[in-house]
């Protein structure tokens, strides 16, 4: 019985880690800076106001910060409000502008959790005239630096009009104060 549980408990874990995209070593490819936030801020925070999109938002800022860098010297600090047992509430952060990002096969995100909450980080794009919706893939994001690759191999045919790229907290975690953390240097693999 021991023997059968720890290769069950094996073959678990190693399957979480073959399809693990956090810290890894980056996928082979030309690399391209999509936003490093050295020369302004072009993200918004989701709040109240997206109601009539589902449940209120406690995302709270989307501010450009030199506390935290993995290149350059800036950052996009995102801010969150308290989040009791009782909220159905979740943080989102947006960029929206008009972007081919054709032939690119991955997105590269650093980020920096100051917190002792580990956070789910879900990325998303919005695609086409349709604005359709593109999840690419959820992350845990425990505390510490950490580097993210998101696959957008799957929708190779709506990347050459992109519309939207959001990044979600999702983790559900009961967040007794304001909590933040940070991202840089996103950045397309061709």
């Not at 993995?70 to 159905?88: A, Q």
Request: with cysteine; hydrophobic share 40%.
């Amino acid at each position: 019985m021991k023997k059968k549980f720890a290769f069950v408990f094996l073959m678990i874990f190693s399957s979480i880690m073959l399809f693990a995209q956090v810290d890894i070593e980056l996928p082979e490819g030309t690399t391209v800076l999509f936003d490093g936030f050295e020369k302004g801020n072009y993200w918004i925070w989701a709040g109240f106001d997206w109601d009539q999109y589902g449940s209120v938002k406690n995302s709270t800022g989307a501010n450009i910060s030199k506390e935290w860098a993995s290149e350059g010297s800036h950052s996009l600090e995102m801010t969150m409000d308290v989040m009791d047992k009782n909220s159905t509430k979740s943080g989102v952060w947006f960029y929206d502008g008009t972007n081919d990002l054709s032939g690119s096969k991955y997105i590269v995100l650093d980020f920096y959790n100051p917190e002792n909450y580990t956070y789910n980080i879900t990325l998303v794009i919005q695609a086409t005239d349709s604005w359709n919706w593109c999840s690419l893939a959820q992350y845990d994001l425990p505390k510490g630096k950490h580097t993210m690759v998101f696959d957008l191999q799957k929708y190779a045919d709506r990347l050459h009009d992109v519309r939207r790229i959001s990044i979600y907290n999702n983790s559900w975690d009961i967040l007794m104060k304001e909590s933040h953390f940070f991202v840089d240097n996103i950045r397309l693999i061709k």
